[in-house]
């Protein structure tokens, strides 16, 4: 079965200082993996999306994620953490069938300290 | 994404009520989602639906049921609410692209309590 896994709850980080946020999954075949944000009372938005080529994706606001086949990992990375990047993040790969169905991880809480 | 609208927003009902949420977009895609967010388990897919005539089940579709009254439209119903549906709920939708790879793009939510 396909799953996806975001191992830590929350994550703090200082201003200024880099942040990655986990996320590994478990698929078959190849794996197409997405991160979204929530920040309070929103809907989901979009970050990036790793399909194929390049293992360093880059996305919006900054945010880039590192796919690593050998470790079945995609963590989401930004150089420099703001406090306005504070909020719940999700990892997500697609399901392997025609469905274009979205299997999502837990959710990491982001929390950014100035 | 206010391409993606949801009503309502918040609604708070009783045990045992019928309560529909609705969904519209205007961004032309075929395919549209309901899923549910309860803390610590992320989303999950509750129906989807590929066009107006091809509705299918998620993996937590008991207690709901579905309406897809047009492309753009897609309608979530609880038949008779119990407390355990309480939650946020969202509603998406993606293009059928090549692969179906295409990121979804979300609705803002309806927060449901059941009392």
């Known amino acids: 079965a396909q799953s996806v896994a975001q191992p830590e709850d929350q994550v703090n980080v200082a201003e200024g200082n880099p942040l990655t946020v986990k996320c590994t999954y478990s698929v078959s075949g190849n794996p197409y993996l997405f991160w979204y944000v929530q920040y309070p009372n929103r809907g989901l938005q979009f970050l990036l999306k790793y399909i194929t080529g390049d293992n360093l994706v880059k996305g919006s606001y900054g945010f880039e994620a590192e796919f690593n086949k050998s470790q079945t990992s995609f963590h989401l990375k930004k150089p420099s953490a703001l406090v306005s990047d504070s909020a719940l993040y999700f990892c997500a790969v697609r399901d392997n069938g025609n469905t274009g169905k979205l299997i999502f991880g837990q959710g990491t809480t982001l929390q950014v300290k100035p | 994404d206010a391409d993606v609208t949801q009503t309502p927003r918040n609604r708070i009902t009783k045990t045992g009520k019928r309560i529909m949420l609705e969904c519209s977009q205007t961004k032309g895609h075929d395919r549209m989602y309901w899923y549910r967010q309860d803390p610590g388990l992320g989303l999950r897919l509750i129906y989807y639906?590929?066009?107006?005539?091809?509705?299918n089940k998620g993996e937590i579709s008991d207690g709901y049921s579905v309406s897809r009254q047009a492309q753009a439209k897609f309608s979530l119903s609880l038949e008779s609410a119990i407390p355990n549906q309480t939650a946020l709920y969202f509603c998406?939708?993606?293009?059928f692209g090549r692969g179906s790879y295409n990121e979804q793009f979300f609705g803002p939510g309806t927060r449901l309590t059941v009392l």
């Open positions: 998406a939708t993606s293009d």
């Open positions: 639906s590929f066009d107006v005539k091809d509705i």
